[in-house]
């Protein structure tokens, strides 16, 4: 019996021929990535030892610029690290600044065939890319820079066939949504995405889908290649690869498949996203205070796309924040060049630098007492946000759109007439 992709991976970089759900095996590690929270005082141990530069990635990016002086002493401490061992694939504040997980998409540094670790927990989101990527501890990060390996136990994987395509209005946020609201907790599993459908998503709404499995409790979400993830990758990089079909006879635990035609949008109520999923009609006309685009997941030049065309000659509720945040200031570039930002600002919205900011509580948008968001973010759990009686509830860059101009929550169906 045959391997499912992220199964062939792990053996490839373990140097096995087979390996199966319960083993527990050492594998090289391609990419490990420092973030600006490891290098905060609370969590920060000396490395003595790098195993090879070329494989570490330095980023600042959950307070970047710092938004107070704990995290710029954590910067100061990235500053001097990458200096003493040479790491060339730095991330600082300006021009190469933006969220961990999507600078690895700009820049290529997901090979596929690979295993990439961070330990933040959306590291999931390089699986686009037919990677073993996934958020570890803190230790295991320093570990694997200093010897250059880590360890997993494999779960058990199930398979989504994805069909169809998308209607006009519902975006890959709105499949990630059925999936937590149908399927909910997958926690130990793998998920492997496949189907018909790939060649109608582009790589942005792809990765929206491998950065969510976070929220599904996943241990590695993976696509199996084709030619346009394979065409987005060579484009970033020159190295070499090798990526991972399944085998025909992989065993999966289960075998799923989404007609995204049947998809239509849908909004997480707050607190959680398991189970929790519910049409936007079923809470149309919930007043909001704040709306927000942006996160590992949703910061693309789609999604600011998607936001100018519902934004452009409309205006923002004067009861509403409307704050749109870039993944990247690539990003953030492109959507200048194309007109993307002028039309968020002409409406009354707020376009801040490319960072974690509101996602994660951290800055840039920070909810108080009371309040209600919506957000095309990662989370919605209490305190998420801000304060833990503010209520969040999650929807598509679209729906969130469309709500920030209606002052409620509503539906962007009428804008894609």
Not at 256 to 266: A, G, S, V
Request: hydrophobic share 40%; net charge neutral.
């Amino acid at each position: 019996m045959g391997m499912t992709a992220i199964e062939k991976i792990l053996a490839r970089n373990g140097d096995l021929k087979l390996v199966r759900p319960g083993d527990v095996v050492t594998v090289r590690v391609e990419t490990s990535i420092l973030f600006d929270n490891n290098l905060m005082d609370s969590v920060w141990r000396d490395i003595l030892e790098v195993h090879d530069p070329s494989k570490v990635v330095v980023v600042f990016d959950h307070r970047a610029p710092a938004a107070h002086v704990l995290s710029a002493k954590g910067h100061k401490r990235g500053r001097e690290f990458v200096k003493k061992f040479g790491i060339t694939r730095f991330h600082d504040i300006g021009r190469e600044q933006g969220i961990s997980h999507v600078l690895v998409a700009d820049y290529g540094y997901g090979l596929p065939g690979t295993v990439l670790i961070c330990s933040d927990s959306h590291t999931c989101s390089a699986g686009v890319f037919n990677v073993a990527a996934r958020g570890v501890g803190s230790p295991d990060i320093t570990y694997s820079i200093c010897k250059g390996e880590t360890w997993f136990r494999v779960g058990e994987t199930i398979r989504y066939d994805l069909e169809g395509t998308l209607p006009p209005g519902v975006f890959t946020k709105d499949l990630f949504l059925h999936m937590a609201g149908r399927y909910g907790n997958h926690a130990t599993m793998n998920i492997e995405f496949g189907g018909s459908a790939l060649p109608g998503l582009s790589m942005n709404a792809r990765r929206t889908i491998t950065t969510m499995g976070a929220e599904l409790s996943v241990e590695f979400a993976t696509f199996e290649p084709d030619g346009i993830m394979l065409d987005y990758v060579r484009a970033r990089t020159g190295q070499p690869f090798e990526p991972q079909w399944p085998d025909a006879d992989a065993n999966y635990l289960d075998r799923r498949t989404i007609k995204l035609d049947d998809l239509e949008p849908l909004v997480a109520l707050p607190d959680t996203v398991l189970n929790n999923s519910r049409s936007v009609g079923e809470v149309a006309g919930t007043a909001i205070d704040q709306a927000f685009i942006g996160s590992c997941a949703n910061g693309t030049l789609d999604d600011f796309a998607i936001a100018a065309r519902i934004l452009g000659g409309k205006r923002v509720s004067p009861n509403t924040r409307l704050i749109v945040t870039p993944g990247t200031q690539n990003i953030y570039r492109e959507a200048m060049r194309l007109g993307y930002v002028q039309a968020i600002v002409d409406a009354g919205g707020v376009v801040t630098n490319a960072t974690c900011g509101a996602c994660g509580g951290g800055s840039l948008g920070v909810l108080g007492p009371g309040e209600t968001c919506i957000t095309a973010s990662t989370r919605n759990f209490k305190g998420r946000m801000g304060d833990p009686s503010a209520r969040i509830f999650m929807a598509s860059p679209a729906t969130v759109a469309a709500s920030a101009i209606s002052g409620k929550i509503a539906s962007p169906m009428e804008y894609f007439q």
